[in-house]
T-cell receptor, first 115, second 117 residues
Framework: SQKIEQNSEALNIQEGKTATLTCNYT??????LQWYRQDPGRGPVFLLL?????KEKRKERLKVTFDTTLKQSLFHITASQPADSATYLCALEYAGGTSYGKLTFGQGTILTVHP | GAVVSQHPSRVICKSGTSVKIECRSL??????MFWYRQFPKQSLMLMATSNEGSKATYEQGVEKDKFLINHASLTLSTLTVTSAHPEDSSFYIC?????????????FGPGTRLTVL
């Protein structure tokens, strides 16, 4: 079965630095890889989606890369702020009728940005 | 923006009772909704897909007779945990994609914290 590993359970960085989070998966590559933010006691909030044929996606201070050869996605937050502190989840979505919308989540990385 | 709500946000019940959780898409219609469960310090695990007008489909290992799902309308799905036991205590989250394309954004509800005594 598919396994997803987000390398760090926790990541601590200083404000202003770039946070880099890793998501690795086994088996076959998903059609879409997504990143979500989850605050304590809340549901996930969508951040970015990248397709299997895309190498990189950006949105404001966020950047996602997707390497299907390495079976890895990197998620970057530049100029990090304490408000970026949260749990970040990667999620895989596969193509195909019965797979539509179904997400397989990694266990998350707890990011703490220190002032 | 699109909003998905859940009710209640928190529920405490006695072992053996049934609990109903509602998931609503507030400003869009969702023919499909998803129910996830999240245990402390663990990730979200997909339980089932709720389909408007047809039966829900359950992931392997999820008991359909214990977790009853009803997609009553294009904006409402309910999850009923029947004969709840302490091991059912968890954070239940629903989601709904806004559209029919795999790249349409999925909106998650705020979650329901279930505690079974």
């Amino acid at each position: 079965s598919q396994k997803i590993e987000q390398n760090s359970e926790a990541l601590n960085i200083q404000e202003g630095k770039t946070a880099t989070l890793t998501c690795n998966y086994t088996n076959y590559s998903p059609a879409y890889l997504q990143w979500y933010r989850q605050d304590p006691g809340r549901g996930p909030v969508f951040l970015l989606l990248i397709r299997e044929n895309e190498k990189e996606k950006r949105k404001e201070r966020l950047k996602v890369t997707f390497d299907t050869t390495l079976k890895q996605s990197l998620f970057h937050i530049t100029a990090s702020q304490p408000a970026d502190s949260a749990t970040y989840l990667c999620a895989l979505e596969y193509a195909g009728g019965t797979s539509y919308g179904k997400l397989t989540f990694g266990q998350g990385t707890i990011l703490t940005v220190h002032p | 923006g699109a909003v998905v709500s859940q009710h209640p946000s928190r529920v405490i019940c006695k072992s053996g009772t049934s609990v109903k959780i509602e998931c609503r898409s507030l400003d869009f219609q969702a023919t499909t909704m998803f129910w996830y469960r999240q245990f402390p310090k663990q990730s979200l695990m997909l339980m089932a897909t709720s389909n408007e007008g047809s039966k829900a489909t359950y992931e392997q290992g999820v008991e359909k007779d214990k977790f009853l799902i009803n997609h009553a309308s294009l904006t409402l799905s309910t999850l009923t945990v029947t004969s709840a036991h302490p091991e059912d205590s968890s954070f239940y989250i629903c989601s709904a994609p806004r559209g029919y394309s795999p790249t349409d954004t999925q909106y998650f509800g705020p979650g329901t914290r279930l505690t079974v005594l």
